[in-house]
């Protein structure tokens, strides 16, 4: 609902300002009509314009009003200005002031001097108008809230400044066409100088102010995520942001400061809040702790090893389209990694891209920060013809995968990833048939395609009557995917590779995965074809039936499926009423403005991007509350590594079906998402949006602890990207 209430308002933010600048234009000339005739006809023009932009105002207020009852903050900074602020009162002013006037002139009961209507109060307020609805129509340039009041502040003034000289303007020009004061003479060749002449500085300014924009957003050829530490509370120390670059300050620490003892305290920046209760401080620094000592086991003879080779290859899918892909192992996706939970894990990577550095990072696993696999925080990129070994202790049991996490927003959508299964370490649910499903889009010779796999086209199976069936979803795209399983109930017995508990049937449910997310589906096979299919693919998928050839049409016409109430509840170790020893409060937003030199729609993160979003600064042991907003138009698969996030309430509404366990929360346009976790594993860890381009854009930042430090950096001869 949010999404389409918001691109109509955004629609009506658009049309807004040229329909009230043409208001204004023929309000203004009706002063300057030669005749009663023609002035009458220009009257009703600007009757016409003036009561299309009250109606599309009456929109705006309307989109407003109910986008504010969803959730007050999807309006609280730039849609209060631009609507309230800055429209409303140049609109209510032409409502009792100037309408009331042009329409007498338009049914010929108005005044027979056309100069009558030249008077300020008849024409500023159209004018005024059509200034405030300039501010929706450039809403997506105005800076970031960062200050609410301070916004306010500097809007308003800039009204009052802007109706001041707009009134000075047109008590000037009546007086002039009344007669009361004579206009200097200038010849015509002065005055075109004179416009040309402002016009060149105009532009020469903006050109200058943009150019100089453009140069600030640049990064450095290098940087650090750790350049500085910050206080806590009197002798503790944080390493607290990333190093500056050309204007930027880098990440900011939020919540570093907090209260102690039995009190608490609240640290307010950029909307993000922490609070702590209970932590008393030594007064003496800690020592540091960089992410390159915590590692995996070092000695120990592994339980599996698994080598993967990064290379080049010319895939075919199912349909015959070619991909030029990045692998692993030659094949994409890449080999499916399987091991039993508690085993020691050795993945050795080699690369041999050409002029390609890559890494692996293990998506949900929970491993040592030096395992994670992020170029450029907890190792250097692995150079062509390099090596990097992992070492890790697998936690978890369920349904992963892997991909790189350099550069990711090429690399994994060329094919650098792949599954990896988790048997529990004595299987409870054994399935005759476990299929492990990864859903990804490819740009191919032919154009680009969804496959489930390698197959882009109808994949028909065969599974006997009675045999027990897991289907383990996987979106390895940057896209929200819904899927549909139809012909038989089922059940999904995990979400992101964590077990729902006591799940129920489902029949014809729409299964929303986010990008990266995952989905384990569990049913018997029946007499009659299953169908498994995406609802951007639908003639693909998967057709299971007993001789391998039946098919069935698929369904998406079903409700969707409700994580948040379904399942049944169990005890947690906090839920929604607990006390948390910090909270994040997180608004996911874009802005139009210049990203690293080029102009882009910025993802943000308390209206900052990477390197300047706001870096999440907690102690070991602390229990941490994240509030996510989304107030923009697309899906956000908001991804915290090392750690798993339990879901306590969604849009206001506590979790009311199985505890729900995520690494990759799905925050749609208009949702809030409260979660919570225990800071359990001591690191720099990276905290993003899943959908690559959006990380591209700006949408990362970071989870640090206390006392850790990095010694990797960002660019540099390693080209260490970690988008």
């Known amino acids: 609902m949010y999404l389409t209430i918001s691109i109509f308002d955004f629609i009506i933010s658009l049309v807004l300002f040229p329909v009230w600048l043409l208001a204004a234009l023929t309000v203004r000339r009706l002063a300057t009509r030669p005749d009663t005739r023609r002035l009458r006809r220009g009257a009703r023009i600007a009757v016409l314009f003036t009561l299309l932009g009250l109606l599309l105002a009456a929109g705006r207020l309307l989109t407003f009003s109910q986008m504010a009852g969803i959730n007050w903050a999807l309006v609280g900074d730039r849609r209060v200005i631009t609507t309230l602020l800055l429209l409303l009162p140049g609109v209510l002013a032409t409502l009792v002031l100037s309408l009331p006037k042009v329409w007498s002139a338009a049914r010929r009961s108005g005044p027979e001097e056309p100069t009558a209507l030249a008077a300020p109060r008849i024409t500023v307020p159209p004018q005024l108008a059509a200034f405030g609805a300039a501010g929706g129509f450039f809403e997506r340039f105005l800076p970031p809230d960062r200050s609410a009041a301070l916004n306010h502040t500097v809007y308003g003034l800039i009204l009052v400044a802007g109706a001041c000289w707009l009134a000075f303007r047109a008590r000037r020009r009546a007086d002039l066409l009344t007669g009361r004061t004579t206009a200097p003479r200038r010849s015509r060749g002065r005055r075109v100088a004179v416009r040309l002449g402002t016009t060149v500085v105009i532009l020469g300014v903006l050109g200058t102010l943009v150019t100089l924009e453009a140069q600030r957003s640049r990064f450095p050829d290098t940087f650090s995520m750790m350049k500085g530490t910050m206080d806590y509370g009197g002798g503790t120390t944080f390493a607290a942001d990333h190093s500056g670059h050309d204007g930027h300050g880098g990440h900011d620490a939020q919540g570093a400061h907090a209260g102690h003892g039995s009190g608490s305290g609240t640290t307010n920046a950029l909307g993000t809040t922490g609070h702590a209760a209970g932590h008393a401080t030594t007064g003496v620094a800690a020592k540091t702790v960089g992410v390159d000592t915590l590692r995996g086991p070092k000695t120990g003879t592994p339980d599996r090893r698994f080598t993967l080779t990064a290379q080049e290859a010319t895939i075919k899918l199912a349909s015959g389209r070619t991909v030029e892909a990045w692998t692993f192992n030659g094949q994409i996706p890449g080999p499916e990694l399987r091991m039993k939970q508690g085993e020691l894990v050795e993945i050795t990577l080699v690369n041999q891209l050409k002029d390609t550095p890559v890494s692996t990072h293990w998506h949900g696993l929970d491993v040592p920060n030096g395992e994670d696999g992020v170029a450029g925080v907890t190792q250097d990129a692995v150079q062509p013809g390099g090596t990097y070994t992992y070492r890790f202790r697998v936690k978890e049991r369920g349904t992963f995968w892997y991909h790189s996490h350099q550069s990711s927003s090429e690399q994994v959508q060329r094919g650098l990833f792949g599954p990896m299964v988790i048997d529990p370490a004595e299987q409870t649910r054994p399935a005759d048939q476990d299929v492990t499903v990864q859903a990804h889009s490819w740009d191919t010779a032919q154009g680009p395609t969804l496959a489930l796999g390698t197959s882009d086209t109808l994949d028909r199976r065969t599974a006997r009557p009675g045999q027990k069936m897991r289907l383990r979803l996987v979106n390895s795209d940057v896209q929200t995917r819904t899927f549909s399983l139809t012909g038989v109930p089922y059940k999904v017995t995990a979400i992101d590779g964590m077990d729902i508990n006591e799940p129920g049937e489902l029949t014809g449910r729409r299964l929303v995965v986010a990008g990266a997310g995952r989905l384990d589906v569990e049913f018997t096979m029946p007499g009659t074809p299953v169908r498994l299919a995406a609802e951007d693919a639908p003639k693909a998928g998967i057709a299971f039936s007993a001789d391998g050839k039946g098919t069935l049409e698929p369904r998406f016409d079903g409700a969707e499926f409700d994580k948040t109430a379904y399942g049944r509840p169990a005890a947690q170790p906090f ?149």
């Open 575 to 723: 839920g929604v009423n607990s006390t948390f020893d910090r909270t994040f409060d997180l608004t996911l937003d874009e802005w139009l403005g210049f990203y690293n030199g080029s102009f882009a729609l910025r993802q943000t993160i308390n209206g900052r991007v990477f390197p300047d979003a706001p870096m999440l600064m907690v102690k070991e042991g602390e229990t941490i509350r994240v509030r996510f907003l989304n107030r923009g138009q697309e899906d956000h698969p908001m991804h915290l590594h090392g750690h798993h996030v339990l879901v306590l309430s969604k849009n206001g509404k506590p979790v009311t079906g199985s505890p729900l366990w995520q690494d990759t929360v799905l925050v749609r346009p208009g949702e809030a998402w409260e979660v919570a976790f225990k800071a359990d594993n001591p690191g720099i860890w990276m905290d993003h949006c899943h959908n690559f381009t959006h990380a591209q854009l700006g949408m990362v930042m970071h989870l640090a602890y206390e006392n850790v430090t990095t010694p990797y950096t960002v660019g540099g001869k390693n080209a260490n990207r970690p988008d």
